[in-house]
């Protein structure tokens, strides 16, 4: 029953997710990304620290007590601006779907840190599955000569990594530590390095137009502080390469959202690219999930 819980939790996250990227690129227009970024970020720490503080001295306590997991928590948040960072640095120079798409190679990415991590040899079918979906990107990505990239496309690619790492570490932690302590620490983690960087990193910019208060808003309520919680919470019933699968309906939403709002669509060699992509992506997971029902 956790389980199937903590998989349902995980589809509505992609769902918020494959939202946000329109509402980001849009505001995007009126405010710097860092900026974006140490707004989200605090204002997510923020709604934490006031939901911790308010459950009472038990989850208080948990703070002192857990060493370990707060030391976990700053290593999580680390990875997790880094990839937020470079997604958002991307879309100024990429579209809402081929940022999603390029996103979801995380999912890829998982099942093979993973194994690098916890030294466990790839299998042929995860072999098989990056070489789909790193030929689904070369559809995507490039234009004109063979091997350039638009740096859009660069930039989002290290985010897919930091955000595998992201899972993969997470998941190495929830089951042995406080949810609220990992999802706390790591949002505050993500605001403090938000906060520091912004004013050196780029010219800061910020105009306040509807759509940018939207964008803080409901990022930093419902698409941080939220899900980021949620997903805490559910890796202690679910594997990180279940995780991960489960996360490849988020640039499927993404482009859903994408073409309904804005248009944007993918066609011609884009889609097919992103159809390698999500091939690639299934080829990675099938062998997991079919371990299990023989298990």
């Known amino acids: 029953m956790n389980r199937r819980r903590a998989d349902a939790a995980l589809a509505v996250n992609t769902l918020i997710w494959g939202g946000t990227f329109v509402v980001v690129k849009s505001a995007l227009r009126d405010i710097s990304p860092v900026l974006f970024l140490a707004l989200r970020f605090s204002l997510a720490a923020l709604a934490l620290g006031v939901v911790v503080a308010a459950s009472g001295r038990e989850a208080r306590?948990?703070?002192?007590?857990?060493?370990?997991?707060?030391?976990?928590?700053?290593?999580?948040?680390?990875?997790?601006?880094?990839?937020?960072?470079?997604?958002?640095?991307?879309?100024?120079?990429?579209?809402?779907?081929?940022?999603?798409?390029?996103?979801?190679?995380?999912?890829?990415?998982?099942?093979?840190?993973?194994?690098?991590?916890?030294?466990?040899?790839?299998?042929?079918?995860?072999?098989?599955?990056?070489?789909?979906?790193?030929?689904?990107?070369?559809?995507?990505?490039?234009?004109?000569?063979?091997?350039?990239?638009?740096?859009?496309?660069?930039?989002?690619?290290?985010?897919?990594?930091?955000?595998?790492?992201?899972?993969v570490t997470l998941g190495h932690f929830s089951s042995k530590m406080s949810f609220e302590v990992l999802s706390v620490t790591q949002v505050g983690t993500a605001a403090a390095l938000g906060l520091g960087l912004f004013g050196w990193v780029e010219p800061v910019r910020v105009e306040w137009r509807p759509s940018v208060v939207y964008a803080i808003l409901v990022t930093g309520l419902l698409a941080t502080a939220l899900t980021f919680t949620v997903q805490a919470w559910a890796q202690r019933f679910t594997t990180a390469t279940r995780t991960a699968l489960i996360y490849t309906l988020e640039p499927v939403f993404a482009w859903l959202i994408s073409y309904w709002t804005l248009g944007e669509g993918l066609a011609g060699r884009t889609a097919a690219g992103a159809v390698l992509v999500l091939a690639g992506v299934v080829l990675v997971e099938a062998k997991p999930m079919q371990s299990r029902l023989h298990q």
């Open 61 to 167: 306590r948990k703070f002192g007590q857990e060493g370990g997991a707060v030391a976990a928590g700053v290593l999580i948040g680390v990875l997790l601006f880094a990839g937020f960072l470079f997604q958002t640095l991307g879309l100024q120079y990429t579209t809402a779907p081929k940022s999603a798409f390029l996103t979801g190679l995380a999912s890829v990415m998982v099942p093979l840190l993973a194994a690098l991590v916890y030294k466990n040899k790839p299998q042929f079918p995860e072999v098989l599955g990056v070489l789909v979906a790193t030929a689904g990107l070369g559809l995507m990505t490039l234009e004109g000569s063979i091997g350039s990239m638009g740096k859009g496309d660069v930039l989002t690619l290290l985010c897919a990594v930091a955000f595998a790492g992201h899972i």
